[in-house]
């Protein structure tokens, strides 16, 4: 019997034949003329305020020059992006002359204690001799006199000991707050005068923006405000910390502190505020994702009763997050399409999923 010989391309030939075989299978499952699946969400009434926006900057709550409150050699700086916590050392200024300083003084107080201690009871023997009249009233005056001017000048050079302590300590410049050194503004070996700035300190986990608003647009601003800043291009929710009441008067306008939340940007990013411009109404929004926009129009789809979308012309006004206030032929509860609309015609038949 003789065997009849196929191509090697005979087995390739039979898989396309079973892919193509199973094409109207995955066609079964989307029916032609079978309603489209679409997602809905009803458009509500909400309170809403017209917002404009406004540029910023983010800034540090602690952004400081710290000084040095003595003079003498630099021995220390910390390194630019130094993380420190509150009370670290971010400088050193040599403490050789305020130690020598120190030690003086601390010896001349010595000397006056033993000096007043004596005083004291020199005046107690002449105070008594006095009352038994071996002694005249002038030598009895002295005495007392002596140990009072020894006393002030004890006082005096306490003082004067507690001044060299504060600048031996002081020496040592500490961090107000924790934060980050982002700049030295001056080097070990150079000389510091007291209030030369030593190094810049930043509290870069306290970030805040500060924006101009207009007066007549503050009214409609409270602290504890939330608002939508926009921080290349990634918004954020934040809130009002404090509203400076005092106004420009070359610009009209007041500033606002807005509080980040962590991480939100860095210190000097441009960013855009938007601030209610008008007292908060209630409007009928509908999800930005809802809006189709056209060349000649801007659209919604809506879902009637028949399960037949509509599409209906509206106009955009406030913005609130996700959510548009607009107005047109919509109603409250009515439900909108907001995933699938690219794909439709209007008086189409769909099935409506609402969205959670």
Same mark, same amino acid.
């Given at each position: 019997?003789?065997?009849t ?8 030939a039979?898989?396309?034949?079973a892919?193509?075989?199973l ?11 079978a ?11 909400m309170?809403?305020a ?12 602690n952004?400081s ?10 021995s ?5 992006g130094?993380?420190v916590?509150q ?23 010595a000397?006056?204690s ?5 005083d004291?009871?020199q005046?107690i023997?002449?105070?008594?001799l006095?009352?038994?009249n ?6 009895r005056?002295?005495a007392?006199?002596?140990?009072d001017m ?8 306490r003082?004067a000991?507690?001044k060299s ?8 410049i ?14 070990p ?6 209030g ?27 602290e504890?405000l939330?608002?939508?800043v926009?921080i290349?291009n ?6 009002? +910390?404090a509203? @400076?009441?005092? $106004?420009?008067?070359a610009?009209?306008?007041? #500033? /606002?502190?807005?509080? %980040?939340? =962590? *991480? ?7 960013a ?17 994702d ?5 060349e ?10 028949k399960?037949?979308?509509q +599409?209906?012309? @509206?106009?955009? $006004?406030?913005?609130d997050?996700p959510?548009? #206030? /607009?107005?047109?032929? %919509?109603? =409250? *509860? ?23």
């Amino acid at each position: 019997m003789t065997m009849t010989k196929f191509p090697r391309s005979i087995p390739l030939a039979i898989a396309i034949c079973a892919a193509i075989a199973l094409v109207p299978a995955a066609f079964a499952q989307q029916a032609p003329g079978a309603p489209l699946s679409v997602g809905v969400v009803p458009a509500k009434v909400m309170k809403m305020a017209p917002k404009m926006a406004l540029p910023g900057t983010v800034v540090s709550l602690n952004d400081s020059h710290l000084a040095s409150e003595v003079e003498g050699r630099v021995s220390w700086v910390a390194n630019v992006g130094t993380i420190v916590a509150q009370n670290d050392i971010v400088a050193k200024i040599d403490d050789s002359v305020a130690g020598l300083q120190l030690a003086s003084d601390k010896a001349n107080v010595a000397r006056l204690s033993a000096q007043v201690k004596y005083d004291k009871s020199q005046a107690i023997r002449l105070q008594n001799l006095f009352q038994q009249n071996a002694i005249a009233t002038s030598t009895r005056d002295q005495a007392i006199s002596t140990r009072d001017m020894d006393v002030a000048a004890l006082a005096q050079a306490r003082a004067a000991m507690s001044k060299s302590q504060y600048q031996y300590d002081h020496s040592s410049i500490r961090a107000p707050f924790p934060g980050r050194v982002v700049q030295r503004l001056i080097n070990p070996g150079e000389y510091a005068t007291a209030g030369k700035d030593i190094v810049r300190l930043v509290d870069i986990g306290s970030l805040e923006v500060s924006v101009q608003t207009p007066i007549d647009t503050a009214r409609y601003i409270h602290e504890g405000l939330a608002l939508t800043v926009d921080i290349e291009n990634r918004p954020v929710v934040a809130s009002v +910390r404090a509203i @400076v009441p005092v $106004g420009d008067i070359a610009s009209r306008s007041l #500033e /606002v502190r807005i509080t %980040l939340p =962590p *991480g939100a940007g860095l210190v000097g990013d441009a960013a855009k505020v938007y601030v209610p411009s008008a007292p908060v109404h209630d409007v009928l929004a509908v999800p930005r994702d809802a809006l189709v926009l056209r060349e000649d129009n801007t659209y919604v789809f809506k879902v009637d009763g028949k399960n037949v979308a509509q +599409r209906v012309a @509206v106009e955009t $006004g406030s913005e609130d997050g996700p959510l548009v #206030e /607009v107005h047109g032929l %919509l109603s =409250p *509860g009515d439900r909108v399409i907001v995933r699938g609309a690219e794909r439709l015609e209007t008086g189409q038949k769909v099935r409506a999923i609402l969205v959670t």
